[in-house]
């Protein structure tokens, strides 16, 4: 039997694209947005109630990476990408109903708003569900998972002293943690695990309308390299 689900909203997030969103929520304190209801949810009584809350579940649709052919195995990134487990093993995002849950901080509530950090989702993403987090029932003390321990290492990352500058002069205009967004999605090392990367290497990405521009000194750390906002 199939099953139709319509969205109850669309978050606006600071990822532009998929490159550099941290693997997990809550890896980028700093990695805010805003769920935009849409009707009859953006309606005040929809959300009576969640003002208690801290945190929410988020269900929604990884809507840039529906699959036509159902997949049974995957190569998720911690793995390094070449190694491919079962894809009930793993949170990767090509997936049956490409189905993802997110645990995300609740900052504020606007009828019809949820404004959200500790974002792991795309601008845009289509939310199926919210509901609330309950710390008793959602905290499993002693759980194991031996394929994603701990969560990834991180890469100290380093300003060009103009990049620096620049960043905090978007981040006043925003009115965001640009400089701690930046730094914690690029300390996770968003390139490829396959690839070395050469000094000589450019990586760039989209945050909220900003371009940020790193490369690799050494292949284990990162120096940011300019911020701007393109003509
Ligand atoms: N926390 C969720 C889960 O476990 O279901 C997502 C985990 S998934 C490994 C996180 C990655 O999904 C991010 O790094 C980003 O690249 C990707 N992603 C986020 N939103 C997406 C979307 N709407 N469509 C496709 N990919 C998305």
Same mark, same amino acid.
């Given at each position: 039997?199939?099953?139709?689900?319509?969205?109850?909203?669309?978050?606006r997030s600071?990822?532009k694209?998929?490159?550099?969103i941290?693997r997990?929520?809550?890896?980028a304190?700093?990695?805010?947005?805003?769920?935009e209801?849409?009707p009859?949810?953006?309606?005040?009584e929809?959300v009576?109630?969640?003002?208690g809350?801290?945190?929410?579940?988020?269900?929604?649709?990884?809507?840039?990476?529906l699959?036509?052919?159902?997949?049974?195995?995957?190569?998720?990134?911690?793995?390094?990408?070449?190694r491919?487990?079962?894809?009930?093993?793993?949170?990767?995002?090509?997936r049956?109903?490409?189905?993802?849950?997110s645990v995300v901080r609740?900052? *504020?509530?606007?009828?019809? =708003?949820? $404004?959200l950090?500790?974002?792991?989702?795309?601008?845009? /993403? +289509?939310?199926?569900?919210?509901?609330?987090?309950?710390p008793?029932?959602?905290q499993?003390?002693g759980?194991?998972n031996a394929i994603?321990e701990?969560?990834?290492?991180l890469?100290?990352?380093?300003?060009?002293?103009?990049?620096?500058?620049?960043?905090?002069?978007h981040a006043l205009?925003?009115?965001?943690?640009?400089?701690?967004l930046?730094?914690q999605?690029?300390?996770?090392?968003p390139?490829p695990?396959?690839?070395?990367?050469?000094?000589? *290497?450019?990586?760039?990405? =989209?945050l $909220?309308?900003?371009?940020?521009r790193w490369?690799?000194p /050494? +292949?284990?750390?990162?120096?940011?390299l300019?911020v701007f906002?393109?003509?």
């Amino acid at each position: 039997m199939a099953y139709s689900v319509v969205p109850v909203g669309h978050v606006r997030s600071c990822f532009k694209e998929k490159f550099a969103i941290p693997r997990q929520p809550a890896l980028a304190p700093a990695a805010r947005g805003c769920l935009e209801l849409s009707p009859p949810f953006d309606r005040a009584e929809a959300v009576q109630g969640l003002e208690g809350v801290s945190h929410v579940w988020l269900l929604f649709i990884f809507h840039q990476a529906l699959d036509t052919e159902p997949r049974l195995k995957v190569r998720p990134p911690r793995l390094g990408g070449n190694r491919s487990i079962g894809v009930f093993a793993s949170r990767a995002t090509h997936r049956p109903n490409g189905i993802g849950q997110s645990v995300v901080r609740l900052d *504020r509530i606007e009828p019809g =708003k949820l $404004w959200l950090s500790g974002l792991d989702l795309l601008d845009g /993403t +289509p939310v199926l569900d919210i509901k609330p987090y309950v710390p008793y029932a959602d905290q499993v003390p002693g759980a194991t998972n031996a394929i994603a321990e701990a969560p990834p290492a991180l890469l100290p990352v380093d300003w060009a002293s103009a990049a620096l500058a620049e960043a905090r002069s978007h981040a006043l205009r925003l009115d965001e943690p640009l400089v701690a967004l930046i730094e914690q999605c690029l300390g996770q090392d968003p390139r490829p695990a396959y690839q070395v990367p050469s000094p000589e *290497r450019t990586y760039g990405v =989209k945050l $909220w309308d900003v371009e940020v521009r790193w490369h690799y000194p /050494t +292949p284990a750390s990162i120096r940011v390299l300019e911020v701007f906002v393109q003509a």
